[in-house]
């Protein structure tokens, strides 16, 4: 069963680090296309991060120059390093990918991890 | 940047049909996704290209996007759709959603 698990959240000071995992199951992390869409509490669904099998990276602008997103083939999973922490970065972060029947969609989502991102 | 509008909110009693609008530039142009969250859920794809319905999905959801606006349509809305509902399109190689719809079903 194709499956998405995410891990690495935690509370952390602002102007902090943090690395989150995203463990892929039954299919290729380099095969397709994955992203990082985080949800602040009580909010709605924000496009964070992006990359596609070639591995071109794109990022929203609300954290470019501070998220970077890579993946270890070797290990099938994908990565989000955030770095210099804002309060506003509070959320669950979700990894997020399609298989071959949706083209251009999302079908398949973790669970997601929470960031709290306070001192 | 792109921008995707829907109304916060939405109410319909059971049996009705809920129409859930979606507002982009040209966004007939592009294509536009939905997906389905309930609380403390993750999101769920429940059309994608404009019409499609991924397996699993009920025929009572169904989509169009022409102009300016897609919009998500559940025809005899059920109580167990009673949940957040997010538009999505592709802005060149980036990723834009919707501030996201709250159908309530009562």
């Known amino acids: 069963e194709v499956q998405l698990v995410e891990s690495g959240g935690g509370v952390i000071q602002p102007g902090g680090s943090l690395r989150l995992s995203c463990a892929a199951s039954d299919f290729s992390v380099s095969s397709t296309y994955m992203s990082w869409v985080r949800q602040a509490p009580g909010k709605g669904l924000e496009w964070v991060s992006l990359i596609y099998a070639g591995g071109s990276t794109y990022n929203a602008d609300s954290v470019k120059g501070r998220f970077i997103i890579s993946r270890d083939d070797s290990r099938n999973t994908l990565y989000l390093q955030m770095n210099s922490l804002r309060a506003d970065d509070t959320a669950v972060y979700y990894c997020?990918?399609?298989?071959?029947?949706?083209?251009?969609?999302?079908?398949?989502w973790g669970r997601g991890t929470m960031v709290t991102v306070s001192s | 940047s792109y921008e995707l509008t829907q109304p916060p909110s939405l109410s319909v009693s059971p049996g009705q049909t809920a129409t859930i609008t979606c507002s982009g530039d040209?966004?007939?142009?592009?294509?536009a996704f939905w997906y389905q969250q309930k609380p403390g859920q993750s999101p769920v794809l429940v059309i994608y290209?404009?019409?499609k319905r991924p397996s699993g999905i009920p025929e009572r959801f169904s989509g169009s996007n022409s102009g300016n606006t897609a919009t998500l349509t559940i025809s005899g809305t059920q109580a167990l759709d009673e949940a957040d509902y997010y538009c999505q399109a592709w802005d060149s190689s980036t990723v834009v959603f919707g501030g996201g719809t709250k159908l309530t079903v009562l």
């Open positions: 040209k966004l007939g142009d592009k294509y």
């Open positions: 997020a990918t399609k298989t071959e029947n949706y083209p251009h969609a999302f079908d398949i």
């Open positions: 290209q404009d019409r």
